[in-house]
């Protein structure tokens, strides 16, 4: 069983920064992608990026291109989320996702096919 958890939510101003963690446990963490996603009130769940296994590709959905960076550490099984000017329209729960996918463009993942969901870490940006 993987478990995931994430990290690092909080408030800040626009045009603040943040950086998310999502820790698993359980997992041979080089083998899963990793997705990020957000959920506002109200809204549907959207992807926000995702990075491949072996650190082979991220994609970022549009709002977020030019701002945020995924990255991973396979040796600490931890994944990243770097926000930078942030917006108050990024204020969601954020979460993170894993999917056992060795060398599959996460990019081609769809969100249903997640295996493994975080907790979810609330982000607020104030005007």
């Known amino acids: 069983e993987v478990q995931l958890q994430a990290s690092g939510g909080g408030r800040v101003q626009t045009g603040g920064s943040l950086r998310l963690s999502c820790a698993a446990y359980g997992a041979t963490f080089d083998d899963y992608g990793i997705g990020w996603f957000r959920q506002a009130p109200g809204k549907d769940r959207e992807k926000v990026s995702c990075?491949?296994?072996?650190?082979?590709?991220?994609y970022y959905a549009d709002s977020m291109r030019g701002r945020f960076t995924a990255s991973r550490d396979d040796a600490r099984e931890r994944a990243y989320l770097t926000m930078n000017d942030l917006k108050p329209e990024d204020t969601a729960v954020y979460y993170c996702?894993?999917?056992?996918?060795?060398?599959?463009?996460?990019?081609?993942?769809?969100?249903?096919?997640?295996?493994?969901w975080g907790q979810g870490t609330l982000v607020t940006v104030s005007s």
């Open positions: 996702a894993a999917v056992w996918l060795p060398g599959v463009d996460c990019s081609r993942i769809d969100s249903k096919d997640y295996d493994y």
């Open positions: 990075i491949s296994s072996g650190n082979k590709g991220t």
